[in-house]
């Protein structure tokens, strides 16, 4: 690591930890809570609009509801099916990786590594994202890559790094099973196994996965001692002052879209060139999908990268603004890929109550965890 690399590091610590605020008056006040609170216990369609940039398209928040039909959907053909091949390590070359081994149930639909961990212990390059409500994605992988989630299946399947499974080998492992050619039958009409109705029957059953709803639901929905004082204020923070609805807006506080928050690491230890790698556009470098904040304990650590899992530090590193790694004239000059961070990142100037506020607001968007469980395999 160079003198650079090390500076960097150093600095973006500091701010993970607090030891080196944005901001230097840090006097004890009391937050506005009797004049900011009232504003929010009414109906949403009631309440203050929020901080926007000019030109950011952005949606209300909204809640989400308990799916009251969600047994009935697991036990719909295609899903069952689905469900089935999910859990099932002989989707891997291996036969010991199954989907579920990054995506696991019961730590929020991801592994809680830092990076996934694959065939023969490889390492993959990023952080497994969760499975909550992607049936409402636009676009999947940190970079965008897949425009559909039958798409999306065929990466992790044949990455080398990852289940390193080939399709016409797999169809075979699975025609050979005759459980396996019943489920297909009950699915689709016939016992034919195709990586195609794999893809679909596994896009199926992960449509099903759905956030339960949290206290900010039931406060949207009318429950106006869902949330502490705190919470609410720290929710008032992250319509307006802390800038958060720029980007995290809507029923899932993502606008579905990518950024380059200055987390792209350019020319250093953990460089990622993010959306560029599929685009080749240089507008494109350091840039990643918003992710959504729903059942965000659940799913830590944070970032493309997994190298965040502390709260009250990334607060901090946004606070920053994180312009300070921005190119100087002359770099950008020699180098037209060196990216900058995002207009929408800027300086909060947040006290620290009101960091505190807004991690509490944040801790409040995770519901229950529903634990599946595992289904018993197809006799072989």
Same mark, same amino acid.
């Given at each position: 690591?160079?003198?650079?690399?090390?500076?960097?590091?150093?600095?973006?610590?500091?701010?993970?930890?607090?030891?080196?605020?944005?901001?230097?008056?840090?006097?004890?006040?009391?937050?506005?809570?009797?004049?900011?609170?009232?504003?929010?216990?009414?109906?949403?369609?009631?309440?203050?609009?929020?901080?926007?940039?000019?030109?950011?398209?952005?949606?209300?928040?909204?809640?989400?509801?308990?799916?009251?039909?969600y047994f009935?959907?697991?036990?719909?053909?295609?899903?069952?099916?689905?469900?089935?091949?999910?859990?099932?390590?002989?989707?891997?070359?291996?036969?010991?990786?199954?989907?579920?081994?990054?995506?696991?149930?019961?730590?929020?639909?991801?592994?809680?590594r830092?990076?996934?961990?694959?065939h023969?212990?490889?390492?993959?390059?990023?952080?497994? /994202?969760? +499975? !909550?409500?992607?049936?409402? %994605?636009?676009?999947?992988?940190?970079? @965008?890559?897949?425009? &559909?989630? $039958?798409?999306?299946?065929e990466g992790?399947?044949?990455?080398?790094?990852?289940?390193?499974?080939?399709?016409?080998?797999?169809?075979?492992?699975?025609?050979?099973?005759?459980?396996?050619?019943?489920?297909?039958?009950?699915?689709?009409?016939?016992?034919?196994?195709?990586?195609?109705?794999?893809?679909?029957?596994?896009?199926?059953f992960?449509?099903?996965?759905?956030?339960?709803?949290?206290?900010?639901?039931?406060?949207?929905?009318g429950?106006?001692?869902?949330?502490?004082?705190?919470?609410?204020?720290? /929710?008032? +923070? !992250?319509?307006?002052?802390? %800038?958060?609805?720029?980007?995290?807006? @809507?029923?899932?506080? &993502?606008? $579905?879209?990518?950024?380059?928050i200055?987390?792209?690491?350019?020319?250093?230890?953990?460089?990622?060139?993010?959306?560029?790698?599929?685009?080749?556009?240089?507008?494109?470098?350091?840039?990643?999908?918003?992710?959504?904040?729903?059942?965000?304990?659940?799913?830590?650590?944070?970032?493309?990268?997994?190298?965040?899992?502390?709260?009250?530090?990334?607060?901090?590193?946004?606070n920053?603004?994180?312009?300070?790694?921005?190119?100087?004239?002359?770099?950008?000059?020699?180098?037209?890929?060196?990216p900058?961070?995002?207009?929408?990142?800027?300086?909060?100037?947040?006290?620290?109550?009101?960091?505190k506020?807004?991690?509490?607001?944040?801790?409040?968007?995770?519901?229950t965890?529903?634990?599946?469980?595992?289904?018993?395999?197809?006799v072989?």
């Amino acid at each position: 690591m160079n003198k650079i690399s090390i500076i960097i590091a150093a600095v973006v610590s500091l701010f993970l930890f607090g030891f080196f605020p944005a901001v230097t008056n840090y006097a004890s006040i009391n937050p506005p809570y009797d004049s900011i609170v009232p504003l929010y216990k009414k109906k949403i369609d009631q309440w203050p609009a929020p901080t926007i940039d000019k030109g950011v398209a952005w949606k209300e928040f909204a809640s989400i509801k308990r799916d009251t039909n969600y047994f009935k959907t697991q036990d719909l053909p295609d899903v069952t099916l689905g469900k089935m091949l999910f859990f099932d390590p002989k989707l891997s070359s291996s036969n010991q990786i199954s989907c579920s081994t990054c995506h696991d149930p019961e730590l929020g639909w991801t592994d809680r590594r830092r990076v996934a961990l694959g065939h023969d212990h490889l390492q993959g390059a990023r952080n497994t /994202m969760s +499975l !909550f409500n992607i049936a409402d %994605r636009t676009s999947f992988f940190w970079d @965008g890559r897949a425009e &559909t989630l $039958e798409k999306q299946l065929e990466g992790p399947i044949t990455a080398h790094n990852e289940m390193a499974a080939d399709f016409d080998n797999v169809v075979l492992k699975l025609s050979k099973i005759e459980g396996y050619k019943a489920m297909f039958k009950n699915a689709y009409g016939d016992e034919k196994v195709t990586f195609e109705r794999i893809a679909k029957a596994l896009a199926s059953f992960q449509k099903s996965i759905k956030s339960q709803p949290s206290r900010f639901d039931k406060f949207i929905d009318g429950d106006y001692n869902a949330l502490t004082e705190e919470e609410i204020y720290g /929710m008032h +923070l !992250f319509r307006t002052k802390a %800038r958060c609805m720029n980007c995290h807006s @809507g029923k899932h506080l &993502t606008d $579905e879209s990518f950024h380059n928050i200055g987390l792209t690491y350019y020319k250093r230890e953990y460089e990622d060139l993010g959306r560029y790698v599929i685009t080749k556009l240089p507008g494109d470098v350091g840039r990643f999908k918003t992710p959504s904040l729903r059942d965000l304990l659940l799913t830590r650590p944070w970032m493309h990268n997994g190298l965040f899992d502390n709260l009250e530090g990334i607060v901090n590193i946004y606070n920053s603004g994180m312009h300070m790694i921005d190119p100087k004239p002359e770099q950008k000059e020699k180098d037209s890929l060196y990216p900058y961070t995002d207009e929408l990142l800027k300086p909060l100037n947040l006290t620290k109550e009101e960091k505190k506020a807004l991690v509490a607001f944040l801790e409040a968007l995770s519901g229950t965890q529903y634990k599946m469980r595992r289904p018993e395999f197809p006799v072989k």
